[in-house]
């Protein structure tokens, strides 16, 4: 089993900023890669970023000049930083782990850009 403890969605204005932070526990490799997807309102969910267990990074090209993705192994924790925030990054932002070809879901966290 594994669980997860999403956290640092809510409302911003157009330009501010937010921090998502997503820690996983239970069966599962402190060096799993981690990452986010998104679901915008009616829209399908989709991949936006990942991160190994080294560090290295993965972005969408929609927000790669503005995300920025971290970890901290021994937390079991990854953080989501999102600068300059458009209505159009609105969306649920899911955390997912992938270990052992499989992977595994947070319950979301809602990021919503208005004025």
């Known amino acids: 089993q594994v669980d997860f403890v999403e956290s640092g969605g809510g409302l911003v204005q157009p330009g501010g900023s937010l921090r998502l932070s997503c820690t996983v526990s239970g069966s599962i490799s402190a060096t799993a890669v981690m990452g986010w997807y998104r679901q915008p309102p009616g829209k399908m969910r989709d991949w936006i970023v990942s991160?190994?267990?080294?560090?290295?990074?993965n972005y969408d090209k929609l927000v790669r000049d503005r995300f920025t993705i971290s970890r901290d192994n021994a937390k079991r924790t990854a953080y989501l930083q999102m600068n300059n925030l458009k209505p159009e990054d609105t969306a649920v932002y899911y955390c997912y782990a992938l270990w052992s070809g499989e992977t595994y879901w947070g319950q979301g966290t809602q990021v919503t850009v208005s004025s």
């Open positions: 991160i190994l267990g080294s560090g290295g990074t």
